[in-house]
């Protein structure tokens, strides 16, 4: 049955870009981030949701506080003749989004020792960029692995693209893979986001607490 529409929360400081909109079917309010976006939320009721390609989406909360978000990355491609700085670059782009949505979930009353994750997407869903979705998943599981955070479950790879909602408070995680790989929108969105990694230059490290 839909429910009556309540008035949107407060987001945290930080996310007020972020879109968020009311979903009758849900019934809930719905935080909808896009490549290279996070959002962490405090409120027992709100989901976060993306659509995914070769973008990795970690999706992490205190078990025990109910705070909790996910984050929504790909580390930039591996040029013909990278080498040690490639490397280097795509790790500092990758712990980047890794550290800010950990570190923003801390500092909202989240406690690292009650964290559980659980990971989703990396499909090859582009022929050019085959190589995209296996590189984010094997940073994300290594750097959770020396992080010692452990991944609860995970919906990793595949051909298919993915519809994500995560609900913080519970930790509830639904994934729909699309049987149609001929998203365009999608596509396009991350070859954008793609060549903006790309270009951009490198941020500095983020130091977890």
């Known amino acids: 049955m839909m429910g009556s529409r309540p008035s949107q929360p407060e987001c945290l400081a930080g996310f007020e870009h972020i879109n968020r909109y009311w979903d009758r079917t849900h019934s809930s309010w719905i935080a909808k981030i896009l490549p290279g976006e996070y959002y962490v939320t405090t409120q027992p009721d709100e989901i976060v949701a993306t659509t995914l390609g070769s973008c990795v989406s970690a999706c992490i909360r205190d078990k025990i506080m109910g705070i909790g978000g996910m984050n929504h990355f790909?580390?930039?491609?591996?040029?013909?003749?990278?080498?040690?700085?490639?490397?280097?670059?795509?790790?500092?782009?990758?712990?980047?989004?890794?550290?800010?949505?950990?570190?923003?979930?801390?500092?909202?009353?989240?406690?690292?020792?009650?964290?559980?994750?659980?990971?989703t997407g990396g499909g090859q869903i582009m022929a050019n960029m085959s190589d995209v979705g296996s590189g984010n998943i094997a940073f994300v599981l290594e750097y959770l692995q020396i992080e010692n955070l452990d991944v609860i479950v995970q919906d990793l790879g595949d051909i298919y693209p993915r519809k994500v909602m995560y609900y913080p408070a519970t930790g509830q995680l639904r994934v729909k893979k699309l049987r149609s790989i001929h998203n365009e929108t999608l596509i396009q969105r991350e070859k954008t986001y793609q060549s903006e990694l790309d270009v951009r230059p490198d941020s500095g490290g983020i130091e977890l607490f």
């Open 74 to 119: 790909m580390l930039p491609l591996r040029g013909e003749h990278a080498g040690d700085s490639w490397m280097s670059s795509a790790t500092r782009y990758g712990s980047y989004a890794m550290e800010h949505l950990i570190n923003d979930i801390l500092k909202n009353g989240g406690n690292r020792a009650n964290l559980e994750v659980k990971l």
